[in-house]
């Protein structure tokens, strides 16, 4: 069963680069930028409205993090998940037998993906990188985007153009307005925003913990992970950015199970402050460091949990700005913390021996990212660069204080943010700071001016991942279902902008609101 999904995945991209050649044109209705769950449930949308659509981007595989390791579906209420996102959960179902279904193993969701881009007819051009030079890699003329330029010199031109993104790199290189980080809890009137040290409760040291290379003097240094410097003032804006982590997908099934490898630079010095936690007993979690949410197949979705878990906590401020061989670095220091965390767990003779035991027994699968030595292809980029644009999205929209007229889908999860900065406090202990979660509120509709850059920065231009939110509001929306379903209404209202010939800040609402119902959209 597991060589014949390896090759229908292989024999859909081998269809989909096919599909590529042979039907190669110089410009298309609407240019999705970015293989992410959003980009290619925009290219369908697109091509289901009877338009050319072609998409490119860096990545090699197809669909985000949804295909690189986040099998546990993330969704407060999945009532609000409609159209070809709703869609995309039931093909899931049908590979496990079931109507729908929303947890799944890594090469059946991409599966899916190659399946949609080979069934209708989708180009897809991989490992293209844009040239971020401005004046080289996007024309511009009158406002709009004539066409855009990757480094390996092959240009696009459209009509229309949609960066679906995790880093919004189109975004930016075509110069509309974005921001980073976290704004001042004034700026928008929101109580969350802005340093948090009173609401980082959640995966907090329990217990005092020394942050110091020799217990209780300052003069040793900082031990790794810890940062120089308080936290900041109480709510003030920062560019700090919340942690990132790959999404792992372990097993503990002998016959598809790889040992934890160990991997190249590893320094068990980086896991002094674990090793600390742990025989303080400081973890609220206890012995859980990290999560073990089941997928089908005896696999998991393991994500952070805990004090010092798999977030790389501080580690990725120069990742939403930095050039592309710099993300490649963060990203690479990334894996080798990952990698050396669990490694530590499992093997490190310092660890107790129950704990060593319920880590070591599992491994990486033998039948998930065969490309990339089993480990995921995407790092979870849960907050780069964030436009700023027709309408902002804050935490009153998501509380249902401040209300809007022109949803183009549902937001329903937590407000949350990962910790972003490890510090030591006034009683020389370790501290997080910045996770905050915050729920309690129902679902609320999303903006279409927040995926709409502002009147006279770009006028063929929608931002469906990078969208207009601030860190608080964007941290309740940034759910790959919800993604989904903003991918397909920007592509919705992209060919409404295309037949009415208008910009994409005058289509009209209510002929775009129509059609999205009729495909199922929850508004």
């Not at 700090?240 to 199970?257: G, K």
């Not at 980086?270 to 089941?294: Q, V």
């Not at 929306?477 to 903003?486: K, N």
Request: charged content about 25%; hydrophobic content about 35%.
């Amino acid at each position: 069963m597991k060589i014949i999904e390896t090759g229908i995945i292989i024999g859909a991209i081998m269809l989909t680069n096919l599909v590529c050649h042979a039907t190669e044109r110089t410009e298309y209705d609407v240019v999705v930028y970015g293989q992410t769950s959003a980009g290619v449930m925009a290219a369908v949308q697109a091509k289901r409205m009877g338009k050319t659509v072609i998409v490119v981007g860096p990545d090699k595989h197809l669909g985000g993090l949804s295909s690189g390791g986040l099998g546990q579906t993330d969704i407060g209420n999945k009532r609000v998940i409609g159209g070809v996102s709703r869609e995309f959960y039931q093909r899931i179902g049908e590979h496990y037998g079931k109507a729908e279904q929303w947890t799944f193993e890594p090469h059946v969701a991409e599966k899916v993906f190659e399946n949609y881009a080979a069934e209708h007819k989708i180009p897809v051009h991989r490992d293209e990188w844009l040239n971020r030079t401005p004046a080289r890699g996007v024309e511009l003329k009158d406002g709009r985007i004539v066409s855009i330029t990757m480094l390996s010199g092959k240009t696009y031109r459209g009509k229309m153009f949609i960066d679906a993104t995790y880093e919004g790199d189109l975004m930016a290189t075509a110069g509309v307005s974005y921001t980073t980080g976290r704004e001042a809890s004034s700026q928008y009137g929101e109580s969350l925003n802005g340093v948090a040290t009173r609401y980082a409760k959640h995966h907090q040291f329990s217990k005092p913990v020394d942050p110091y290379v020799r217990p209780g003097d300052p003069s040793s240094g900082l031990l790794p992970g810890v940062m120089k410097g308080g936290p900041g003032k109480e709510g003030a804006a920062d560019k700090r950015i919340q942690a990132y982590c790959f999404r792992m997908c372990l097993t503990d099934v002998p016959t598809n199970r790889i040992p934890l490898p160990k991997p190249e630079g590893y320094d068990p010095m980086r896991y002094e402050l674990l090793l600390r936690t742990i025989l303080a007993k400081a973890n609220p979690y206890g012995d859980t460091y990290f999560m073990e949410s089941g997928m089908p197949s005896r696999k998991t979705d393991s994500n952070n949990k805990g004090p010092f878990s798999t977030d790389n906590i501080g580690m990725n401020y120069d990742y939403p700005e930095g050039d592309y061989a710099t993300r490649k670095q963060i990203i690479k220091e990334h894996e080798i913390y990952q990698k050396g965390f669990v490694w530590f767990l499992a093997n490190d003779p310092r660890v107790p021996e129950r704990l060593r035991k319920k880590v070591g027994r599992w491994g990486l699968p033998k039948d998930e990212f065969k490309d990339n030595e089993h480990w995921s292809h995407q790092l979870y980029i849960r907050e780069a660069r964030r436009m700023v644009g027709l309408y902002v999205m804050t935490q009153l929209n998501c509380q249902g204080k401040t209300k809007i007229d022109n949803s183009i889908g549902m937001g329903a999860d937590t407000m949350a943010s990962h910790h972003v900065q490890r510090y030591v406090d006034d009683n020389g202990h370790v501290r997080n700071e910045g996770d905050v979660e915050v729920g309690g509120f129902g679902p609320y509709p999303i903006a279409y001016a927040s995926i709409v850059p502002k009147q006279g920065e770009c006028s063929n231009l929608l931002v469906p991942v990078c969208l207009s939110a601030t860190h608080m509001a964007f941290g309740s929306i940034r759910m790959e279902p919800v993604f989904m379903v903003l991918g397909q209404s920007a592509a919705t209202a992209a060919v409404q902008a295309i037949d009415a010939n208008c910009t994409v800040q005058d289509v009209d609402y209510a002929i775009l609101r129509a059609r999205l119902l009729a495909d199922k959209q929850v508004l």
